[in-house]
C-alpha cells in the first residue's frame, strides 16, 4: 500500500532537509508519495536479527529477520503518514517531492 508522507517542522528552515533511514532525505514544507516498494525497505532497515538459542548450550540454532513498524505506525515529531487511496491518489500538484 502506498503512503503520502508530509514534513512540517516549523523550527527548520524551509528548505530544510531530514534524512530518514529508508527513505532518503526529504525536504520540509512538502508531501512525497512512498511507494509499496519504499516502504518495505523503511521496514528492512529498521529491522534487526532475532537469535534462537539453546537455553542450556547457548548454542545458536537459527535467525530470523523481524521487520521493523509499518510507516503509518512510526512516530517522527513532524512527519505525518496517511494511507493513500488505491485509486492511485497523488500528492497535490507542486508538493509531490521525489519521493527518494
Partial sequence: MAFKLSVD???????????????????????YKISDEQAEL???LNGHIKDKTDPETGQLLSRETVLGPALDEVEIAGITVEQMK?????????QQGEGN
Avoid: C, H, W, Y
Avoid at 9 to 31: C, F, H, R, W
Avoid at 87 to 93: I, T
Fill in 9 to 31: 517542522m516549523p523550527n527548520l528552515a524551509p528548505d530544510g532537509k531530514v534524512s530518514i533511514t529508508g527513505l532518503g532525505e526529504l525536504q520540509n514544507g512538502k508531501s
Fill in 42 to 44: 523503511f521496514r528492512t
Fill in 86 to 94: 488505491e485509486s492511485g491518489q497523488q500528492a497535490p500538484a507542486g
